[in-house]
């Protein structure tokens, strides 16, 4: 069973800034299952175990957007 985190981020608007979350997102270890709406701007990560909220954020601003932990 997966461990879920969510995140607000904050700038995206359209299907390519998903896409842009989502590529960076997936790079990190331990990722299953993403999820990203740029209409509610909800970030919901599944992993395989505890993530680093840092790698998270870095992730998300270097896709170019910014998130926090909700």
Known sequence: MG???EYQVTGMSCG???S???GEV???EGVEQIEVS???G???IVSTGALD???VLAA???AGYEATRI
């Open 3 to 5: 461990m879920t985190n």
């Open 16 to 18: 390519h800034c998903e």
């Open 20 to 22: 842009a979350v989502r």
């Open 26 to 28: 997936g790079k990190l």
């Open 38 to 40: 740029a209409a509610d």
């Open 42 to 44: 909800r970030l919901v």
């Open 53 to 55: 909220d840092t790698a």
């Open 60 to 62: 998300v601003d270097e």
